[in-house]
């Protein structure tokens, strides 16, 4: 279940494809429905969007509990290229919690309120800073996005490029999984 200096364990990689997968759907709904109105993923998917959004929260306040108490034995990230690689992941970290978290106090600041699987969760309120969250959660949207995309581009480099291992660690298959190093 823990990590290992060889590769992610059970638990962080399956909270990894969890959010990859609930923050494409966001995503992809979204964009999918400014260039193709009508289409039946944005409509099956957007109805959900806050519901998926807050449970994207949810799951990364545990990921964050998570990820520090195995900072320590996951993976070693040596040489400057890889230093670079783990502050886009705590830039990743960051707005994956900002995302929610300005989408939430958009939609209670102007007085439609948070509603999670059909329960209002907090009734609207009239805040007049509210629609500034609004400008942020569309901002956020886009360096997510791109951050997303180049983070894919890079597990693709390593994969078939370098050869490293690097996506095999998140996907669990193959590598050693002991843990080599005392304590
Ligand atoms: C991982 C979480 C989330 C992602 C990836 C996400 C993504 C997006 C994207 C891409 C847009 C379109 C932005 C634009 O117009 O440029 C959007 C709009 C919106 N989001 Fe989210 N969202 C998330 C969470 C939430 C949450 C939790 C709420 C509410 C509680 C929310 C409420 C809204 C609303 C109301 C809009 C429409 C805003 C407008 O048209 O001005 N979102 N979201
Ligand atoms: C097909 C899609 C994806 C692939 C192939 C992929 C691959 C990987 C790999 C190989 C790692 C380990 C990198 C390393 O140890 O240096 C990783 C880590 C990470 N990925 Fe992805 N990823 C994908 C989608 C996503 C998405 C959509 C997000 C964000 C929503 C994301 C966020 C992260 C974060 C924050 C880490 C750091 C490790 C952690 O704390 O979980 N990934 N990913």
Known sequence: MKD?????????RALHWLIALLVIAQLAS???????????????????????????????????????????RRPAHEGKLQRLA????????????????SGALMTWGMGYGVHVFGTAWFEGADAPWAAGFGKL????????????VGHVCMAMFHHFRLRDGTLHRMLGRRGDDRDTRSG
């Open 4 to 12: 290992s200096p060889r590769r992610y364990g059970s638990v962080t």
């Open 86 to 101: 783990i502050a886009g992941h705590v830039a990743m970290y960051a707005l994956l919690i900002l995302m929610p978290l």
């Open 30 to 72: 979204v964009f999918l429905g400014f260039i193709w109105k009508n289409n039946v993923f944005s409509q099956l998917i957007l109805p959900w969007h806050t519901t998926i959004g807050v449970s994207v929260l949810t799951v990364m306040a545990i990921r964050t509990l998570w990820a520090l108490s195995q900072l320590s």
């Open 137 to 148: 959660h569309g901002t956020f949207a886009w360096l997510l996005t791109f951050m997303i």
